[in-house]
């Protein structure tokens, strides 16, 4: 069974920096696209990055693009988002999501490709 788990999350201020973990169990990962969406209130869940776990190849969101970087390390299994300038709007709860069957190329974006996610890490940005 596939396990997410995300950490790193916290309070800080606007234009600091946070990076976020998410480790992953229960699979090699070697067919996957793993991702980060966050929600913040009220608002529905948003793709933020996602990378195809063999080729390597990122999406990411407008909003965060040339601010936030996902990154993989495949021998600790473990995803990563690196979130710098961070701004109030960023605020939102982080998930950690894994979807099977992508091959070495795609990436996906809408939340409902996604197979498994961890619980959530809340991230809050103060002004």
């Known amino acids: 069974q596939v396990q997410l788990v995300e950490s790193g999350g916290g309070l800080v201020q606007a234009g600091d920096s946070l990076r976020l973990s998410c480790s992953a169990s229960?699979?090699?990962?070697?067919?996957?696209?793993m991702a980060w969406f966050r929600q913040a209130p009220g608002k529905d869940r948003e793709i933020v990055a996602s990378?195809?776990?063999?080729?390597?190849?990122?999406f990411y969101a407008h909003s965060v693009k040339g601010r936030f970087t996902i990154s993989r390390d495949r021998v600790k299994n473990t995803l990563y988002l690196q979130m710098s300038s961070l701004k109030v709007e960023d605020t939102a709860v982080y998930y950690c999501a894994a979807a099977r069957g992508a091959g070495p190329v795609r990436n996906l974006y809408q939340s409902d490709e996604y197979h498994y996610w961890g619980q959530g890490t809340q991230v809050t940005v103060s002004s």
């Open positions: 990378i195809n776990w063999i080729g390597g190849t990122t």
């Open positions: 229960g699979s090699t990962f070697n067919n996957y696209v």
